[in-house]
Structures are given as structure tokens and as C-alpha cells.
């Protein structure tokens, strides 16, 4: 079987403050570097309903209402993080290559809720990362070129985004 070389990974939190924040949904696609998909995964992270309420409010939220409420609705069906950080490392286990790069979307700011709650999994990571955000910044800016990318704000979907997204991207270069 094929391993995977990339690790596309999003994570939905309360905020982007991994101090004050907590990680709420997670979902990972392995791909090849030809951007096949190898396999997929996805959790909910059980958090205190009292951070949910605390965090998720502001602007953002409100613009986002419906994927606030379906995040919150889904809370009493997630698992404790360390369990899934277990699940995404036996994941890695069976379906990626001992050099694994993560990949996403500004996946910075997900590798640094990773660090914080996930500190095992970070070690498996190489320190390199794709991020999708660059290639954005170069084409909108230098090239006047924009991806028009659902914003749905759930993991799974947002992974799917950002692959579609680079494929766009390295249409250019053929």
C-alpha cells in the first residue's frame, strides 16, 4: 500500500488562542504528493460546555452561526483529546510515511493547537509544512488570480477546500 507524505489536518477550536482556546473537531486526509487521498479521518473533541459558551462569541460567531451551533450541538457526542490524538497517531501509524509533512490552510495556527494539546503527534510531524495560505497570497497579490473557496468552517470540508484549492494553484504551472 502506498503511505502517505502529507497529512492535510483542520481543526475547528472555540478561538484562535491556543492559551484560552480548545481544539472542538479535528479531520485529517493523507495524500500522496500527487494529492490523492489515501485515507481520511475525523473526531469531535469533548469540551466544557462553560469554554464553548465563553469563547465562541464575537463577530466571527455571529457570522457563523450555523456552524457555531452544529459544533456546539455535536459536543456531547465527542471524546476526551488524548483519545484522539491516539486515534490520529495510529492513524498515521497505518497509513503515512515516517517523514510526514502537515499540510492545510494557515496551518500554523492548527500546528499550534496541536503542539498545546497534542504534543505526541507533534513529534511525529516534520517541522516543514505545506500551507496553502502562501500560494493564496502569492497568486492573489502578484498575479491577480483568486480561488473562490467554500467557507463552511467544519474540518472536513475545509481540508477538502485546500487540496482543491493547491490543485487549483499548480494548474498554473503545467
Known sequence: MKKAKLLWVDLEMTG????KDQILEVAAIATDMDLNEIANYQAIVKVPESLMDERMVGEFWEKNNKSRDALKAQNK???????????????????????L????NS?????????????????KLHYRM?????????FENALGKK???PEN???????????????????FLK
Not at 484562535?16 to 492559551?19: A, G, R
Not at 509533512?101 to 492545510?104: N, T, V
Open 77 to 99: 457526542d465527542g471524546k476526551p483529546v488524548k483519545e484522539i490524538e491516539q486515534e490520529l497517531l495510529d492513524f498515521i501509524n497505518q497509513n503515512c510515511d515516517k517523514e
Open 16 to 19: 484562535l488562542d491556543p492559551e
Open 147 to 149: 480561488f473562490i473557496k
Open 130 to 138: 505545506l500551507d496553502v495560505s502562501a500560494w493564496k497570497i502569492y
Open 107 to 123: 496551518i500554523h495556527q492548527d500546528r499550534r493547537f496541536i503542539e498545546k494539546e497534542m504534543p505526541t503527534l507533534n513529534s
Open 153 to 171: 468552517h467544519r474540518a472536513l470540508d475545509d481540508i477538502n477546500g485546500s487540496i482543491e484549492e493547491l490543485k487549483w494553484y499548480l494548474t
Open 101 to 104: 509533512y502537515l499540510a492545510g
